[in-house]
T-cell receptor, first 115, second 114 residues
Framework: EAGVVQSPRYKIIEKKQPVAFWCNPI?????LYWYRQNLGQGPELLIR????????DSQLPKDRFSAERLKGVDSTLKIQPAELGDSAVYLC?????????????FGPGTRLTVL | AQSVTQLDSHVSVSEGTPVLLRCNYSSSYSPSLFWYVQHPNKGLQLLLKYTSAATLVKGINGFEAEFKKSETSFHLTKPSAHMSDAAEYFC????????????FGKGTSLLVTP
């Protein structure tokens, strides 16, 4: 069974440019998460989707970040415009649903470098 | 609120010796606890999880962890380290009070020397 797929794996852009990341979750997983992992830190949640609905976006910097999950499957995370401090690894994860026994499966991430 | 503290940012062991990675947690609710491993340029992989069943949890690759409520700890152990165990390890807590969001520790970098 295929895992969580993310693209691109690496992205280098200049500040003030837009950038987008794509995620395809594991088939049948209703819940999708976007995390940001800064260098030397653990991942931090940006947004969580239940099907196509964003149910927790409290940590998403809404002035420049946006996300969508059309049809409750694939998801796109966008930054416009990018800032130097946005350099990080952006991780996508998916799970069957909520609950203490639920397990989140992570993709390989997109490493963003903003120059 | 819930959080985890990984007590060591770096741990170095010799191949064949035991591994101990320490984690303390804080939670207002009965938590789930996880250990994830991240190899360079690879995705996060679940090693094991505790969800209020047996307090001694066995995971993949010979790792195990014991949930100790009285000590609010969830330390990760392995009897004998292998070179391939060198990676970043994250202790993670999840609880209903936060919508089951995962709260990661800052990570422990495990170095295995020949």
């Amino acid at each position: 069974e295929a895992g969580v797929v993310q693209s691109p794996r690496y992205k280098i852009i200049e500040k003030k440019q837009p950038v987008a990341f794509w995620c395809n979750p594991i088939s049948g997983h209703n819940t999708l998460y976007w995390y940001r992992q800064n260098l030397g830190q653990g991942p931090e949640l940006l947004i969580r989707y239940e099907n196509e609905e964003a149910v927790d976006d409290s940590q998403l910097p809404k002035d420049r970040f946006s996300a969508e999950r059309l049809k409750g499957v694939d998801s796109t995370l966008k930054i416009q415009p990018a800032e130097l401090g946005d350099s990080a690894v952006y991780l996508c994860a998916s799970s069957l649903g909520q609950g203490l026994a639920d397990t989140q499966y992570f993709g390989p991430g997109t490493r963003l470098t903003v120059l | 609120a819930q959080s985890v503290t990984q007590l060591d940012s770096h741990v170095s062991v010799s191949e064949g010796t035991p591994v101990l990675l320490r984690c303390n947690y804080s939670s207002s609710y009965s938590p789930s606890l996880f250990w994830y491993v991240q190899h360079p340029n690879k995705g996060l992989q679940l090693l094991l999880k505790y969800t209020s069943a047996a307090t001694l949890v066995k995971g993949i690759n010979g790792f195990e962890a014991e949930f100790k409520k009285s000590e609010t700890s969830f330390h990760l152990t392995k009897p004998s380290a292998h070179m391939s165990d060198a990676a970043e390890y994250f202790c993670v807590v999840s609880a209903p009070g936060s919508g089951y969001a995962l709260n990661f520790g800052k990570g422990t970098s495990l170095l295995v020397t020949p």
